[in-house]
């Protein structure tokens, strides 16, 4: 997707084994905002904090990272003010996964509360923006056609939920916790329970897909996909706080999930 000429590297500096571009460690925010003259509205992105496009450990990222050193694109005003989502965008129930796919029961497993406050670079709340998730049910199973494993699916259960935040930036979605499931990347290879996020900000500049993962699961250390991003403070920022003051009485454990878009503290994206 389109980026800033100034976060990205120039060619020069893109290593042939063609890893994520190693850029200069300036992470100095340009004075003023984005100018016709071409200005950057955005501090470069520490590409020390997110994982590398090409991660032997996980196998398929050899298949699917550039082979070729990477060209900028020259920046556009478009870049700076889409995509924009209304409310118009959002039904009533897409929050609730537990209820937006029901057939004839509520779906299986254990229900939660994941909520939390998608933040720029500065820390001030990203209002009304676009957040997307999408999740296997509680047996590891996604509701996906390359997804055959020996695990059942769930006819009240879709797995895919969005919303928009609130004036504080603010997100909530009720779901089910998802299982753990087995992935083939290398022998005896399973997935930790996580849940799949996109999210746009208010332009493409802050695009973000990553993962929220869950605390205290035996299977992290084990992962490629979670231990794909370099810095062990970035990989702790992919993981929920069990939150009690979230949590429910007699009804569902509450989990929170902040997300920075760009930055410092920028919440590292999927590999």
Same mark, same amino acid.
């Given at each position: 997707m389109p980026e800033n000429i100034g976060?990205?590297?120039?060619?020069?500096?893109?290593?042939?084994?063609?890893?994520?571009?190693?850029?200069?460690?300036?992470?100095?925010?340009?004075?003023?905002?984005?100018?016709?003259?071409?200005?950057?509205?955005?501090?470069?992105?520490?590409?020390?904090?997110?994982p590398p496009y090409d991660h032997g450990p996980y196998r398929s990222t050899a298949l699917r990272s550039p082979r070729q050193p990477l060209i900028p694109i020259k920046q556009a005003l478009s870049n700076l003010t889409a995509p924009a989502f209304g409310d118009g965008s959002i039904d009533a129930l897409d929050h609730d996964l537990t209820r937006n796919a029901v057939v004839n029961a509520a779906p299986l497993g254990e229900r939660i509360i994941v909520t939390?406050?998608?933040? #720029? &670079?500065?820390? @001030?709340?990203?209002?009304? $923006?676009?957040?997307? +998730?999408?999740?296997?049910?509680?047996?590891?199973?996604?509701?996906?056609?390359?997804?055959?494993?020996?695990?059942?699916?769930?006819?009240?259960?879709?797995?895919?939920?969005?919303?928009?935040?609130?004036?504080?930036?603010?997100y909530r979605f009720v779901t089910i916790k998802p299982g753990a499931y087995p992935w083939r990347n290398h022998h005896n290879a399973w997935r930790p329970a996580h849940i799949h996020f996109s999210l746009f900000g208010h332009s493409f500049e802050s695009r973000l897909v990553t993962q929220?993962?869950?605390?205290?699961?035996?299977?992290?250390?084990?992962?490629?996909?979670?231990?794909?991003?370099? #810095? &062990?403070?970035? @990989?702790?920022?992919?993981? $929920?706080?069990?939150? +009690?003051?979230?949590?429910?009485?007699?009804?569902?454990?509450?989990?929170?999930?902040?997300?920075?878009?760009?930055?410092?503290?920028?919440?590292?994206?999927?590999?």
């Amino acid at each position: 997707m389109p980026e800033n000429i100034g976060t990205r590297p120039p060619i020069a500096t893109v290593p042939a084994i063609m890893g994520k571009p190693t850029v200069p460690n300036d992470l100095t925010k340009p004075s003023g905002n984005a100018n016709p003259g071409g200005g950057n509205a955005f501090s470069p992105r520490d590409w020390t904090q997110h994982p590398p496009y090409d991660h032997g450990p996980y196998r398929s990222t050899a298949l699917r990272s550039p082979r070729q050193p990477l060209i900028p694109i020259k920046q556009a005003l478009s870049n700076l003010t889409a995509p924009a989502f209304g409310d118009g965008s959002i039904d009533a129930l897409d929050h609730d996964l537990t209820r937006n796919a029901v057939v004839n029961a509520a779906p299986l497993g254990e229900r939660i509360i994941v909520t939390g406050r998608v933040l #720029d &670079e500065d820390g @001030r709340p990203v209002r009304r $923006s676009l957040v997307e +998730i999408w999740q296997a049910n509680a047996a590891g199973r996604y509701v996906h056609k390359v997804d055959q494993h020996d695990a059942p699916l769930d006819p009240n259960f879709f797995g895919a939920g969005r919303c928009l935040t609130d004036d504080d930036g603010r997100y909530r979605f009720v779901t089910i916790k998802p299982g753990a499931y087995p992935w083939r990347n290398h022998h005896n290879a399973w997935r930790p329970a996580h849940i799949h996020f996109s999210l746009f900000g208010h332009s493409f500049e802050s695009r973000l897909v990553t993962q929220m993962y869950f605390p205290g699961d035996p299977l992290l250390p084990l992962d490629p996909i979670y231990n794909c991003t370099p #810095d &062990e403070s970035a @990989r702790q920022r992919m993981i $929920s706080t069990f939150s +009690i003051d979230r949590t429910e009485p007699e009804w569902a454990l509450g989990y929170e999930f902040d997300i920075v878009l760009r930055g410092r503290n920028a919440t590292p994206m999927e590999a």
